[in-house]
């Protein structure tokens, strides 16, 4: 069970056992609905013989909630799929797409959404520390709105050496990381959801074999 609302599948389908299988802290997807999603979580727990949880801070939190449940949740991190994963640790950095080719070196990459996860104001002091370097985002753009952190990124965006290069299918991320000199993820360390995820760029990232920010 990837969601505690899927406590109602139970009585059809009669399974011989259940694992709840926790990706992200569900109360932040609807937080109107807090409470009830914490009793959900709290009877998907204790009704599963195991409880995953790809985010350390989630199996914390389970296990403080549920201490006499705490031998049956434990931490697994997300992994990289073995089509990312480098031959080795290369010391020079692949070619690269096509839109990053005459682009001054280094590249400095970021792949993911372009949203308020990101420390915005952090890749702006970047771009303007290192104007010799180019900063390249992978991703999409989420729609405008009248918060703080977008007036940042459309600021960050319109300076001449970061390139937003749009998104990439699923099959291209391994070779644009492989084309980074140094991979970024500039998340914002107080960002709720960052707190309680386990970001598969970061295992994209090492399985490319190149350094990471």
């Excluded at 403080?64 to 290369?90: F, N």
């Excluded at 291209?172 to 492989?178: C, E, K, R, W």
Aim: hydrophobic share 40%; glycine share 6%.
């Amino acid at each position: 069970m990837t969601y505690p609302h899927y406590l109602v599948l139970r009585g059809l389908l009669r399974p011989d056992f259940s694992i709840y299988y926790n990706v992200d802290d569900y109360t932040l997807y609807w937080p109107g609905q807090a409470d009830a999603i914490r009793a959900l979580e709290a009877e998907s727990v204790r009704s599963s013989i195991l409880t995953v949880c790809v985010a350390n801070r989630r199996a914390e939190e389970l296990r403080a909630r549920l201490p006499d449940l705490a031998d049956r949740i434990i931490h697994l991190p997300h992994g990289c799929p073995r089509t990312h994963l480098a031959e080795r640790a290369w010391n020079r950095p692949a070619a690269g797409p096509e839109s990053l080719h005459g682009r001054p070196r280094p590249w400095l990459g970021f792949i993911g959404s372009l949203e308020d996860r990101v420390d915005w104001s952090l890749l702006e002091r970047l771009a303007l520390a290192r104007p010799d370097a180019t900063i390249a985002l992978v991703g999409r753009i989420t729609p405008e709105v009248d918060e703080d952190w977008c007036r940042e990124r459309a600021r960050c965006l319109a300076l001449p050496n970061v390139k937003h290069l749009g998104w990439c299918a699923q099959d291209q991320v391994a070779a644009h990381y492989a084309s980074f000199d140094v991979c970024l993820i500039p998340y914002r360390v107080d960002h709720p959801f960052n707190l309680a995820c386990c970001p598969t760029k970061i295992l994209d990232a090492m399985g490319s074999g190149r350094p990471i920010v």
